[in-house]
């Protein structure tokens, strides 16, 4: 069960303003649209329901995912299906040692017949960019996607290139204990809006998706055929336009900024989440409320996104790491000695 | 007590010194020191740890350090039989505790309990067995030279006392990882059963590792001065010339002439200072017991004949002193400062100050010689002082210590009880905060358009039940949604369906700004009569923690 089956939706209220009923329609018509794609990644990806939904959070909230996990769990499956369900431009970038900053932003080319430079634009000028095993490039590489991850725009020989709308970046990287990986460089990690940890699905959802691929319900690299995309690209760039509308109460507001400072003054932690945690974290909230199908973020929407948002902006102290605790334990304890509003 | 048996070499030493030589002592004995001030102190440990309260546990160490004196007495009484050759086992001397204690017994754990010299007057009250008048002159002559020395002892070892505590405390600490919500200042002042046992527990173990230092460093500063006053050091050093002097005189006794003048002389001499010695003691008023070990310092036979050789001796010694020997004269030429005559020293105190003194010591030299001295008159002022600082202090912070006082009895009745929280997530949840009639009072405000005030109160209120009636504990960094969830947990169907829909409605008011329908409202205050107002049985969510 996921947190969005636990908290119902809100109770008949009274109109307060005359447009509150296309409100309404509009939130209802955006509930119908997030519950489609929902159901259809799900419906690829057995056993990751949460997972599913911190993705669309993060699609929602305009910001860019890292998805970590052991190889086998269907990272890149779950970034492919997305990929299916909207209808904009796709591409994927496998990251290996040898690949270069050009090969992901492009360059610039001297054209012999025109006799002028050609610009060749890379495969970042996408809607959705599949960053798979992100880890395994060295940091000059990574740090290509700096500019393009936060100002979404890509500088070639001096001119700056936008990239499409909607725009996201969704990396893959396995744990930095494996073999031949490079840790993420810290201004590259706070540029994702949350990292979302995949992990083996449960005996009956392993049990289901063995059945289907096995079966031919599903092939094996998880795609259905004869798949349609549920949402075009001006259909997200509205759900995301959606999203900002949605209110947050200063209380909430202020207990999102609680959390954040709350981490900076842990001993547990080393180095607490920035200020741009907490702006993704109302952001993220505000995409949960959507996804709930409420208008208004609650404080259980800012203490549910707070682990996925914040868990790879903080780095832990050396005694907690060698006690082995992970980033999540200590964030768990660190928010249950934040005082969540009441009043 | 037999001097020539005594064990450490036998010279007069420093008042530090004489501490080091303790020191020495108590690591050489330390088993056996330790286990005769450990044993005793144990069963009363044992027995307050386990009787009282956890949060008033300390109280058990307490009590430990207030019956101190006791038991250093054991271990005193060891080192002095050690001290003079006697090897007493720890089983025998535990069998003299019951008598050990017995002496003096009322003084030592009262008035004479926060001594800060109390090691250097025990052996006088446990060995010599002095008391009243003649344990304030002999403690009175004891004191005039390392008196100052004692009290340093016994605060030094009061702080390493401490020091161990904490050390042992701060290890813990530190071995604890930053992370972990334990700190110091809990472990310190935890109310907390098991902390505060543990923390006892190291109290009382620090004490016992420090006690043999004390007794022992008290008691060889207590020696050295007796060997300063008595000069045991010069009597054993003649008694062993004696001795070697009475073989090697066997042997040469067809000699004669100067070889058998100077051990006359010495012996002479040695027979002087017995004499002195014994008139050293008389002036104390010493009153020898038959169980002390310090009870066989005269009345030897040898020691008689040299009383009846004094005189002879005293007359060898003025013939002596008469010869030419000490009445050599020499001129001796030089230059050399002059003499002058010292200028006489001004005596400074007003003659109104000493006539003043000279009429308080004839008042109170009537109080039965009580205060005879000028010391006693000083003394007794200081205690008035004393006294009147404590209750100045006592009456000053009246307020203060009734304050600190109810709260200590209020916080151990909370911790009996296990009280809920007043104030929880910023909300007063205080029964008096609350109206007598909820629904009433929630109706009447929403009929007034305060819907905030309305919802919020019946929030409050039903929080208030969850929490005092229930049996809910909620934590500060729950949500309503997480409070929600709590009680969904517990089982109870209509509780659960009460608290969602509550608090789908709080949620509405408080974070969306917008007001629930009004039949959403009679509704949520019909139930809550229902649910609130019929008395509670059984609370299942008691022993349910966040």
């Excluded at chain 1, 349609?228 to 959606?242: F, I, K, N």
């Excluded at chain 2, 050091?233 to 005189?249: M, P, T, V």
């Excluded at chain 2, 020499?330 to 002059?338: A, D, I, N, P, Q």
Aim: aromatic share 10%; with cysteine; charged share 20%.
């Amino acid at each position: 069960m996921t947190d969005t089956d636990q908290t119902p939706s809100a109770p008949a209220s009274t109109p307060s303003t005359p447009g509150a009923d296309d409100t309404s329609k509009r939130f209802a018509q955006a509930n119908e649209l997030i519950q489609a794609l929902t159901k259809n990644i799900n419906e690829r990806l057995i056993g990751q329901t949460e997972v599913v939904e911190q993705i669309i959070i993060a699609l929602l909230a305009n910001g860019h995912v890292l998805v970590e996990g052991v190889p086998g769990l269907g990272k890149t499956l779950l970034v492919r299906t997305l990929a299916d369900c909207i209808s904009g431009a796709f591409s994927r970038i496998q990251f290996t040692p040898d690949l270069m900053p050009a090969d992901i932003t492009g360059h610039v080319l001297y054209d012999m017949k025109e006799s002028k430079f050609r610009l060749r634009r890379g495969p970042i000028f996408t809607n959705l960019l599949l960053a798979d095993e992100i880890n395994r490039a060295p940091a000059k590489t990574q740090a290509a996607l700096l500019e393009v991850m936060q100002e979404r725009q890509v500088t070639l020989e001096g001119n700056s290139q936008k990239v499409p709308q909607p725009f996201m970046v969704m990396a893959t990287q396995n744990p930095v204990e494996q073999e031949g990986t490079y840790p993420l460089p810290e201004a590259e990690l706070d540029r994702f809006i949350m990292k979302i940890y995949i992990d083996y699905p449960n005996l009956e959802d392993e049990i289901l998706m063995t059945k289907a691929v096995t079966s031919g319900q599903l092939d094996s690299i998880g795609s259905v055929p004869d798949s349609e995309a549920v949402l075009d690209t001006e259909q997200m760039l509205s759900l995301q336009a959606l999203v900002s509308d949605i209110a947050v109460d200063e209380q909430v507001l202020q207990y999102a900024v609680r959390l954040t400072r709350a981490t900076r003054e842990s001993s547990a932690i080393f180095r607490g989440a920035s200020s741009r945690a907490c702006i993704a974290l109302i952001r993220c909230a505000r995409a949960k409320a959507l996804l709930r199908g409420n208008d208004y973020v609650l404080p259980d929407d800012i203490k549910a996104m707070a682990a996925p948002v914040m868990r790879h902006r903080i780095a832990l102290a050396a005694e907690v790491e060698i006690d082995g605790l992970s980033p999540d334990q200590v964030l768990a304890q660190v928010f249950a000695g934040v005082e969540a509003p009441r009043l | 007590m037999n001097l020539d048996k005594i064990c450490i070499v036998p010279r007069v030493r420093g008042a530090w010194e004489a501490i080091d030589l303790g020191i020495m002592l108590a690591k050489a004995w330390y088993r056996d020191l330790f286990l005769l001030w450990f044993l005793p102190a144990l069963p009363l440990f044992l027995i307050l740890l386990i009787a009282l309260p956890s949060e008033w546990s300390k109280l058990a160490a307490f009590a430990v350090w207030w019956f101190k004196p006791l038991w250093d007495r054991g271990p005193l009484h060891y080192a002095s039989l050690k001290l003079f050759g006697d090897n007493i086992s720890v089983s025998a001397a535990m069998r003299k505790l019951p008598s050990i204690y017995k002496i003096d017994i009322l003084s030592s754990i009262t008035w004479r309990r926060l001594s800060f010299a109390r090691s250097f007057n025990m052996p006088v009250t446990l060995l010599e067995r002095l008391t009243g008048k003649a344990r304030s002159q002999r403690l009175g002559i004891l004191h005039r030279d390392p008196s100052s020395a004692s009290s340093w002892l016994t605060i030094t070892l009061l702080f390493v006392e401490l020091f161990l505590y904490a050390a042992v405390l701060t290890f813990l600490f530190v071995m604890v990882p930053n992370y972990s919500p334990i700190n110091i200042a809990e472990l310190f002042n935890s109310q907390d059963g098991y902390l505060n046992i543990g923390s006892t527990i190291l109290l009382f173990s620090a004490m016992a590792a420090v006690a043999p230092f004390y007794t022992a460093a008290g008691f060889a500063l207590y020696i050295n001065r007796r060997m300063a006053l008595e000069g045991w050091d010069i009597e054993i050093r003649f008694r062993q010339l004696a001795e070697n002097q009475g073989k090697l005189s066997a042997k040469t006794s067809s000699k004669s002439g100067i070889t058998t003048s100077a051990p006359s002389l010495l012996l002479c001499l040695f027979t002087c200072f017995s004499l002195w010695s014994f008139d050293s003691n008389a002036g104390s008023d010493i009153t020898l017991i038959e169980d002390s070990p310090f009870e066989q310092t005269t009345d030897t036979p040898e020691k008689i004949t040299h009383i009846h050789n004094a005189k002879d001796a005293e007359k060898l010694i003025t013939e002596i002193l008469a010869g030419e020997v000490f009445h050599n004269e020499s001129t001796v030429s030089g230059w050399r400062f002059k003499d002058f005559p010292p200028e006489e020293e001004i005596d400074e105190s007003p003659e109104w100050l000493i006539a003043f003194l000279k009429s308080l010591a004839d008042f109170f030299s009537s109080f039965d010689g009580q205060f005879s001295s000028l010391a006693g008159i000083v003394e007794f002022f200081i205690w008035v002082l004393a006294i009147g600082f404590v209750i100045f202090i006592i009456y000053h912070y009246r307020h203060a210590l009734n304050a600190t006082i109810t709260s200590i009895s209020t916080k151990r009745i909370q911790t009996n009880n296990t009280p809920p929280p007043k104030e929880l997530f910023g909300l007063d949840l205080r029964e008096e905060s609350l109206p007598e009639d909820i629904p009433s009072e929630v109706r009447s405000l929403w009929q007034k358009d305060e819907h905030r005030a309305a919802l919020s109160l019946l929030y409050r209120a039903s929080l208030y039940k969850l929490i005092h009636e229930w049996g809910f504990n909620f934590s500060e960094g729950d949500t309503e949604g997480d409070c929600a969830k709590l009680v969904t947990l517990q089982g109870d169907a209509s509780l659960s369906d009460y608290t969602k829909h509550l608090t789908q409605c709080w949620q509405l008011v408080a974070y969306a700004h917008r007001s629930p329908e009004n039949d959403a409202v009679e509704k949520l205050c019909q139930q809550w009569s229902s649910l609130f107002e019929k008395p509670t049985v059984e609370q299942p969510g008691a022993s349910h923690n966040v």
